[in-house]
């Protein structure tokens, strides 16, 4: 999760580059000088304290400041990649590319990003070598953090690819793709059903992939295996395999992936096996599924979708004159979102997370080292069945003698400067050690831990009511209409199979969407400032579209042919003829051209017959039907 939110920002700021991109193409001479100081600042900085580190016998507090210099670095990827989409003109030249739904264009703008990471860890991987932080090639290290990008990436770029292919098979007329795309053109909450439903598909797959990604092998035969296989027995805990995963000894650490006994894969790094014994292993263990029988992942999966439900329908909240400010700028409307995401990834996210790897630690504390024939469950419950716990409150056994608490302890000595850092997801070591020696040796703290952790289950319950509250409250303007670029886009489809009628019905709840959201019917639709007529603006931008002479005639043609069908449905009949002639003049008389003129000829006959001309409608239709 630590690499989720920087690349879904750099994502979101790539696509939203493109929407008002700068300049007239990108400035190369200023890629470069940002290019070049940004790594060479990263050089700069990293060697200069790892020399002094060095001077001074590299105690943990001067690698724990190393190590946060190095976490600033890496962080201001993110600020030189928007400079690099705006004031220096990138976003310019991605705009320009071609390709399907602008797939490689915000893959252009979305480039600076991962090349602005490589150039960090290029800079201060020599810096980090000297100091023990990491080992072998650069070239090894690029491929560690490749691997990693790639978790991340993997489910955005698969759930992509389900979305492209159904929506193919939906232009393609393949039942029941086309009747389930009509239905989320037209509710925006089965849209969201069905993304959501793909989603939750593509991350229950996705651990098994993520071990081909990371290189992962199933954990071979031998006693550590038979003990963490007899663990999971003693708590319930189901799992596809158990997985080590090669780093060449740099990254000492565990994770579960995935939800159910078929899905969830739990790995280990080689660094954490080499480092640790087999006791504190399985306590490791022990905190991996902690997490799985708190059901963390799909709990975390529920707060991100209820928060970004509510978050779209909060636009409802904001006075209208505010709203139409917001969404007629892109940058602010990119801060906004930018905002919105630290707010709960960076804030809200990381306070729940802290607090329930808190509650895995203790899962991991009273879940090993128990006799035979003591339940796990039990344990749980009553804190102080647990032998050490007896042992602590009977003869003052020292709490660090629990295989977890030194697995911790292990884990921040091997790895330099880290057990006094507080990170997004996780209290530091020091902190973990301290609260868990205090949750051993006082029955108060176990109390409060408790009561807190109620109290927190409670606000999230509260917080979840919260915000379905406000995703709700935008079902009455769904009710109006349908989003009205999606109505568009049914229009420009039904025009395809030659069924003007089911185009003009599209286009007209369209537009009584667009009324309720503030916003035109059209291919590109934007902001209505408030009282303003949406029909007209509508028609504007469809009629400027038409006229654009980089698009292909056929496009064109459509848009002339929808802009025809709306007038017809205003009533303005003289106007919905001129334009329905002139979506046909548009094909030209070429053999291809004239081929596809089938729908616009429809189209006409349409508009004819609704002004009253059914002689001039018939002969639109002979001339469709052809020779």
């Given at each position: 999760m630590g690499n989720f939110l920087p690349f879904v920002a750099a994502l979101l700021l790539a696509v939203l580059s493109l929407d008002r991109p700068s300049g007239d193409g990108a400035s190369l001479p200023g890629l470069a000088l940002l290019l070049g100081g940004y790594w060479a600042a990263g050089r700069a900085l990293s060697g200069s304290l790892a020399a002094r580190i060095a001077r001074e016998g590299g105690d943990g507090r001067g690698l724990g400041r190393f190590r946060r210099a190095v976490a600033l670095h890496r962080h201001l990827a993110l600020p030189a990649h928007a400079a690099a989409l705006w004031?220096?003109?990138?976003?310019?030249?991605?705009?320009?590319?071609?390709?399907?739904?602008?797939?490689?264009?915000?893959?252009?703008?979305?480039?600076?990003?991962?090349?602005?990471?490589?150039?960090?860890?290029?800079?201060?991987?020599?810096?980090?070598?000297?100091?023990?932080?990491?080992?072998?090639?650069?070239?090894?290290?690029?491929?560690?953090?490749?691997?990693?990008?790639g978790l991340v990436g993997a489910p955005i770029l698969l759930a992509t690819a389900v979305l492209v292919g159904a929506a193919t098979l939906d232009a393609a007329g393949v039942p029941p793709f086309r009747q389930v795309a009509d239905l989320a053109a037209r509710w925006d909450f089965v849209q969201g059903i069905l993304v959501l439903g793909i989603l939750a598909g593509v991350l229950s797959v996705f651990p098994v992939m993520a071990m081909g990604i990371l290189g992962a092998r199933p954990m071979p035969?031998?006693?550590?295996?038979?003990?963490?296989?007899?663990?999971?027995?003693?708590?319930?805990?189901?799992?596809?395999?158990?997985?080590?995963?090669?780093?060449?000894?740099?990254?000492?650490?565990?994770?579960?992936?995935?939800?159910?006994?078929?899905?969830?894969?739990?790995?280990?790094?080689?660094?954490?096996?080499?480092?640790?014994?087999?006791?504190?292993?399985?306590?490791?263990f022990a905190h991996e599924a902690g997490h799985a029988i708190h059901h963390h992942i799909p709990l975390f999966f529920v707060f991100t979708v209820v928060w970004m439900l509510a978050v779209a329908a909060s636009e409802?909240?904001?006075?209208?004159?505010?709203?139409?400010?917001?969404?007629?700028?892109?940058?602010?409307?990119?801060?906004?979102?930018?905002?919105?995401?630290?707010?709960?990834?960076?804030?809200?996210?990381?306070f729940v997370s802290r607090r329930l790897e808190q509650q895995a630690d203790v899962h991991g504390l009273l879940t090993t080292g128990l006799p035979e024939g003591e339940e796990p469950a039990a344990v749980l419950r009553e804190p102080a069945r647990h032998p050490l716990l007896r042992a602590v409150a009977e003869s003052g056994a020292d709490p660090g003698a629990h295989p977890f608490v030194a697995?911790?302890?292990?884990?921040?000595?091997?790895?330099?400067?880290?057990?006094?850092?507080?990170?997004?997801?996780?209290?530091?070591?020091?902190?973990?050690?301290?609260?868990?020696?205090?949750?051993?040796?006082?029955?108060?703290?176990?109390?409060?831990?408790?009561?807190?952790?109620?109290?927190?289950?409670g606000v999230l319950a509260a917080v979840f009511a919260l915000f379905l509250a406000a995703a709700a409250a935008d079902l009455p303007r769904q009710f109006e209409g349908p989003e009205p670029g999606a109505a568009f886009r049914r229009a420009e489809a039904a025009l395809l199979r030659g069924e003007p009628a089911a185009a003009?019905?599209?286009?007209?709840?369209?537009?009584?969407?667009?009324?309720?959201?503030?916003?035109?019917?059209?291919?590109?639709?934007?902001?209505?400032?408030?009282?303003?007529?949406?029909?007209?603006?509508?028609?504007?931008?469809?009629?400027?579209?038409?006229?654009?002479?980089?698009?292909?005639r056929s496009r064109r043609s459509r848009f002339r042919?929808?802009?025809?069908?709306?007038?017809?449905?205003?009533?303005?009949?003289?106007?919905?003829?001129?334009?329905?002639?002139?979506?046909?003049?548009?094909?030209?008389?070429?053999?291809?051209?004239?081929?596809?003129?089938?729908?616009?000829?429809?189209?006409a006959a349409e508009v004819l017959d609704r002004a009253g001309r059914p002689a001039a409608a018939a002969a639109a239709r002979r001339d469709a039907a052809g020779p």
């Open positions: 004031p220096l003109g990138w976003s310019a030249a991605a705009a320009r590319l071609p390709g399907p739904g602008g797939a490689v264009a915000v893959a252009l703008a979305f480039l600076p990003w991962p090349l602005l990471l490589v150039l960090s860890r290029s800079a201060t991987w020599p810096a980090e070598r000297l100091l023990g932080l990491e080992s072998g090639r650069l070239r090894e290290s690029l491929g560690r953090s490749a691997r990693m990008g035969p031998g006693p550590l295996r038979e003990r963490l296989e007899a663990y999971a027995r003693r708590v319930g805990l189901g799992y596809r395999d158990l997985f080590v995963w090669p780093t060449g000894g740099s990254l000492p650490n565990a994770a579960v992936m995935g939800v159910g006994r078929r899905l969830r894969c739990v790995v280990f790094t080689d660094a954490l096996l080499e480092r640790l014994d087999d006791d504190e292993v399985e306590a490791v409802r909240l904001l006075p209208p004159e505010v709203a139409f400010a917001v969404r007629s700028d892109p940058v602010a409307a990119t801060g906004l979102v930018l905002a919105g995401i630290v707010v709960y990834f960076g804030l809200l996210l990381g697995s911790l302890e292990g884990l921040g000595a091997s790895m330099g400067g880290m057990r006094e850092i507080t990170g997004w997801r996780h209290f530091s070591i020091a902190d973990r050690v301290e609260f868990l020696r205090r949750f051993a040796a006082e029955p108060e703290v176990r109390e409060r831990y408790r009561r807190r952790l109620r109290l927190l289950l003009r019905e599209w286009l007209e709840e369209g537009l009584r969407g667009g009324a309720a959201r503030g916003s035109t019917l059209g291919p590109d639709p934007a902001p209505v400032p408030p009282g303003a007529a949406v029909a007209d603006l509508s028609l504007l931008r469809i009629a400027e579209e038409a006229s654009r002479g980089d698009l292909p042919s929808c802009e025809a069908l709306l007038r017809s449905a205003l009533g303005r009949h003289g106007e919905a003829i001129a334009a329905a002639e002139d979506a046909v003049a548009l094909l030209g008389d070429d053999g291809a051209a004239r081929g596809a003129a089938r729908p616009a000829l429809l189209v």
